[in-house]
């Protein structure tokens, strides 16, 4: 991963300004999805003048340029964003709290070798999510 937020925006043809540095600075420390409503409020915890209109321009930007990747999935309607580090990975969320849990196996390798071989599609990538309740909102 690139070192500093300036090199990955000049990297991906964007400007350089404040607001895309913090907000790309949110993502690179954040360890889970989040909406634009929370990268609103950890900016403005830190102090930064930032509207949400603001955030939402800015992480549309980042997705169209692939340094987020978006999620509808949660039961509450909101996209959630997270930095896209190239890395593999799933999730499992729980519908009732929207705690999202990592998950590192991954059920599709032999499948998308299948693919590749049986209808020469050139795979880029894939996301799993699993949707249910968690140990905690199961015990309510």
Do not use: W
């Amino acid at each position: 991963m690139k070192n500093s937020c300036k090199e990955i925006l000049m990297d991906k043809g964007l400007k350089n300004t404040r607001h895309r540095e913090r907000i790309l600075e949110v993502f690179k420390k954040s360890d889970r999805p989040l909406t634009a409503e929370e990268i609103f409020l950890i900016l403005k915890s830190n102090s930064e003048n930032s509207c949400l209109s603001t955030v939402y321009r800015t992480v549309e930007v980042f997705e169209a340029k692939g340094l987020v990747l978006k999620s509808n999935s949660i039961d509450d309607g909101k996209a959630r964003f997270e930095f896209n580090t190239k890395e593999h990975k799933h999730h499992v969320i729980c519908t009732r709290c929207h705690q999202i849990i990592f998950i590192n196996e991954c059920p599709f390798s032999e499948f998308e070798k299948k693919l590749k071989d049986k209808i020469d599609f050139d795979i880029t990538g894939h996301k799993f999510e699993i949707y249910g309740y968690c140990k905690e909102c199961q015990d309510q």
